[in-house]
């Protein structure tokens, strides 16, 4: 028999956890094309060598981590103005890192801006052992919320945890909510970005907070007193 019957009082509680977040992550490429892939290749090179100099001087001051690169090639088929057409390479070299030091995403960002590439704004993050405490934390906040549901409803019970150890109530099943945009795990709903910059009007790139949102469901069962 499921635990949600007729006998069971269902109560539904949220937790909400917010915090820093650990690093930010940028990723940035540099596309070139040419009659061979390696051709290709090296129409980009120069770029690809600007690109990682300028990384580099950040390496230690921004605590940059885990640096990734690699590179992609496809065949591709353009039209000139004759509507003839003109094959070759298209090579896609991409840069993905970390920033530990948060109070220098600005910096980092507006060095790589400057350069002909492509870069995207930073996506905000925690790391996962971090992500774990905020999850037990704020499901800890949801069943919490829970019980204060279940003495508002039940106005006779005064004390719920005395109530539990006399065996008069009893947790019978629960279950976490599917999540939504408001109560899964958020990395970076929060992080403001804002776009150029001008020297009378400095425009900032804000991480805002990291946001875990549960919600729960628990179902109690509320028998007579045994007899001792």
Known sequence: MSWQDEA???????????????????AVSIE??????????????????????????????AKIDKLISFFTTIPYTDYDNDRKPISGYCTTFSLRFEV?????VNEVHDAITD??????????????AHRETMNEEAFKKAFQ???????????????????????????????????????????SKNAVTLGGRSES???????????VSVSIRVG?????PRDD
């Open 145 to 187: 919320h829970a019980l204060d549901q279940l003495r508002n409803q039940k106005h006779t019970i005064t004390d719920v945890s005395k109530t539990f150890s006399n065996h008069l109530c009893k947790i019978v099943g629960w279950e976490v909510l599917p999540a939504n945009s408001d109560s899964d795990f958020n990395y």
């Open 32 to 61: 070139g094309k040419g009659k061979t892939g390696k051709a290709a290749k090296e129409s980009i090179q120069p770029k690809i060598t600007e690109l990682v100099s300028v990384v580099g001087m950040f390496t230690d001051n």
């Open 100 to 104: 530990r030091e948060l109070l220098m």
């Open 115 to 128: 350069l002909d590439v492509r870069a995207y704004s930073p996506m905000f993050m925690v790391d996962s």
């Open 201 to 211: 009007s400095p425009q900032l790139i804000i991480e805002g907070k990291a946001k």
């Open 220 to 224: 109690f069962k509320f028998e007579k």
């Open 8 to 26: 069971t009082t269902i109560v539904e509680g949220r937790g909400e956890v917010t915090d820093k977040f650990d690093f930010a992550v940028f």
